[in-house]
Structure formats: structure tokens, C-alpha cells
């Protein structure tokens, strides 16, 4: 079935970066792109940015410009997003989710990873 | 803080019908297909209705969308305590030429 498996639990200190991946399975891994989006505790859901796994291709929000970077490895079908100079704010539940098109409805969301920034 | 605007809470008696209202611009709601995502508690969220007002496969017809200019609005109807969740409205924003979400709406089943 179809499905995105994402990287454990991390607990990181305040300037550090963090890497979380998210393998998928039961479909053709460069038709999709990828998003991510991320979760602060009793919080909505924020954008942070999309990968076309065909070409590597990236766009960031705006929030996350020179902060995030999106990688793929089409070997293992697996996305990357790192997230550098970590600050208690980014403590959050980061997804992936896919999208048939870069606009389109995200229709398989991984199960989330959980990132906590502390000192 | 979101571009796009959703009350707060709903809530109903089982068998009931809830509506959920969003609201945004041209820039997004007004130009683009909307979806919706229901969150139930401690779980990754989930696609319920795509492209204004189509379902995925497996979702109930007790779900539906309707887009209306630069407003959107979920409606469950036959209130189920299965549906309390937190419900979530998406799109792209052209301007943006980021992805958008809805404050976000908990459901409760009084």
C-alpha cells in the first residue's frame, strides 16, 4: 500500500540542526511531489516548503528561506528536510505529504516526526 | 499567522449537521482548488475532500465541499463522536506561491 514511513523522535539543543526523513512506498516515487509541513504543540498546520523528487527541484516559504533544505534520494524513494539553527520555536511534529502536482491536495501524509529544541 | 480564516469551534449533537466556514482572497481561495483535512486527536492529518468538493475514496458522503467566490465551506452531516477532530482547510496562494492552511476548526459532538 501506499505510504510514507518518516525518521524517529529528536532532541536537539538551540543552534543545532536536525535531518528527518520520510521514505515512501507502493507507487513510482518521482510522480509525486513532496511537502513539508510542520506542527508546533496546540497549534495549526504551517507550510514549510516542496520538493519535485523527478528533478530535486525546491521551494521554500519564506519563513524557512536559508534555514531549510529539501533533498531526495531516488535510490531509496526517500526525502530529506534539515532544518538548521534550531531555536525553542521549532519544536513541532514535522509531516511529509504528497501531491500529485506542486498545488495540489496533499493525499498521503507520513506520521509524523517529532522535534523538540531544548537546551 | 494563516491567510486563511476559520471559526475557532463547532459543535452539534450526534445525528446533527455542522458547517465549517473559510474564508480567504483571490490570491488563493478565489483562484485556486481547496481542500480540507480532518486531524483526529494525536494522529497525522488526513485528505477529506479535494479540489473544492470531491472525495477520496473511503471518505463518507456525510462529508462535503462547496466553494462560493473567495469562501469555502465543509459540511458534515449525520454528526458522528468519531468526527470530533480538528478540521483544517488548504490551498496554494499564487501570490504567496506557498501552500496555505486554514486556522483551523475543532469539532466537538456535544
Not at chain 2, 40 to 56: D, Q, S, V
Request: proline share 4%.
Amino acid at each position: 500500500q501506499v505510504q510514507l514511513v518518516q525518521s524517529g523522535a529528536e532532541v536537539k539543543k538551540p543552534g543545532a540542526s536536525v535531518k528527518v526523513s520520510c521514505k515512501a512506498s507502493g507507487y513510482t516515487f518521482t510522480s509525486y511531489y513532496m511537502h513539508w509541513v510542520r506542527q508546533a504543540p496546540g497549534q495549526g498546520l504551517e507550510w514549510m516548503g516542496i520538493i519535485n523528487p523527478s528533478g530535486g527541484s525546491t521551494s521554500y516559504a519564506q519563513k524557512f528561506q536559508g534555514r531549510v533544505t529539501m533533498t531526495r534520494d531516488t535510490s531509496t524513494s526517500t526525502v530529506y528536510m534539515e532544518l538548521s539553527s534550531l531555536r525553542s520555536e521549532d519544536t513541532a511534529v514535522y509531516y511529509c505529504a504528497r501531491a500529485k502536482y506542486s498545488n495540489d491536495a496533499f493525499d498521503i501524509w507520513g506520521q509524523g516526526t517529532m522535534v523538540t529544541v531544548s537546551s | 499567522q494563516s491567510v486563511l480564516t476559520q471559526p475557532p469551534s463547532v459543535s452539534a449533537a450526534p445525528g446533527q449537521k455542522v458547517t465549517i466556514s473559510c474564508s480567504g482572497s483571490s490570491s488563493n481561495i478565489g483562484n485556486n482548488y481547496v481542500s480540507w483535512y480532518q486531524q483526529l486527536p494525536g494522529t497525522a492529518p488526513k485528505l477529506l475532500i479535494y479540489e473544492n468538493n470531491k472525495r477520496p475514496s473511503g471518505i463518507p458522503d456525510r462529508f462535503s465541499g462547496s466553494k462560493s467566490g473567495t469562501s469555502t465551506t465543509l459540511g458534515i452531516t449525520g454528526l458522528q463522536t468519531g468526527d470530533e477532530a480538528d478540521y483544517y482547510c488548504g490551498t496554494w496562494d499564487s501570490s504567496l506561491s506557498a501552500y496555505v492552511f486554514g486556522t483551523g476548526t475543532k469539532v466537538t459532538v456535544l
